[in-house]
């Protein structure tokens, strides 16, 4: 069975600072990965996924995540926080078979001023 | 294109009594989801839906929770009787190659 482990479940960061939440999947065959954001009362909107092809993927508002098979990472980046970025954060994945889809327990992003 | 529609958006009802949300995929995405959000975690699957059979409702409680696809293209889920529990946002994804999207989600409340 897949999971996904999102370490963190709070991350707080200085605007101005880089931007690290670390998403983890298990799996014997790399599936689609994605990760969506979250603001307060909203609903999830679709940050960036990976599904082949190059492992740097880049996704709106300046975010990239890189999927990095020998690690089954899919560590979300942004270089330069915003305050605008506080959200939560679900890293999911999505299996070849019948399109299973599986999210993390997901990580709040705080930005300090 | 248009997105995933869902409704009621928001819903109070008391604890015992029934309660049913409605969506609609995307035109065309065989496979549609529902999942329950409960505040401060990340969404949980209940039922995936391939046009109009189902291939996973392994944590759906199938005592009081029911779904259903028409016609492989509107989905209904239905609780009865509701629970404090059950309190959540339940969202409505759709997908083909691509996705999934999801539809806002309908809060619901129960006292």
């Known amino acids: 069975a897949q999971s996904v482990t999102q370490l963190g479940s709070h991350v707080s960061v200085s605007e101005g600072a880089l931007v690290l939440l670390r998403c983890n999947y298990s799996?014997?065959?790399?599936?689609?990965l994605f990760w969506y954001v979250q603001y307060p009362n909203q609903g999830l909107q679709l940050l960036l996924k990976y599904t082949t092809g190059a492992t740097l993927v880049k996704g709106i508002n300046g975010f990239e995540a890189e999927f990095k098979k020998s690690e089954t990472s899919f560590h979300l980046t942004k270089p330069s926080a915003h305050m605008s970025d506080a959200a939560e954060y679900f890293c999911?994945?999505?299996?070849?078979?019948?399109?299973?889809?599986?999210f993390g327990s997901g990580t709040k992003l705080n930005v300090k001023p | 294109e248009a997105g995933v529609a869902q409704s009621p958006r928001y819903k109070i009802i008391e604890k015992r009594q029934s309660v049913a949300f409605w969506c609609n995929p995307i035109s065309g995405h065989a496979t549609l989801y529902w999942y329950q959000q409960i505040l401060g975690q990340g969404p949980k699957l209940l039922i995936q839906f391939q046009n109009n059979g189902v291939v996973d409702d392994s944590q759906l409680p199938k005592d009081r929770f029911s779904a259903e696809r028409l016609k492989g293209v509107d989905s209904t889920l239905k609780i009865q009787p509701a629970k404090l529990e059950d309190s959540a946002v339940y969202l409505c994804?759709?997908?083909?190659?691509?996705?999934?999207?999801f539809g806002p989600g309908t809060r619901l409340t129960v006292t």
């Open positions: 999911a994945v999505k299996t070849y078979n019948f399109n299973k889809f599986y």
């Open positions: 994804a759709s997908s083909q190659e691509g996705g999934p999207y």
């Open positions: 799996s014997s065959v790399p599936p689609y």
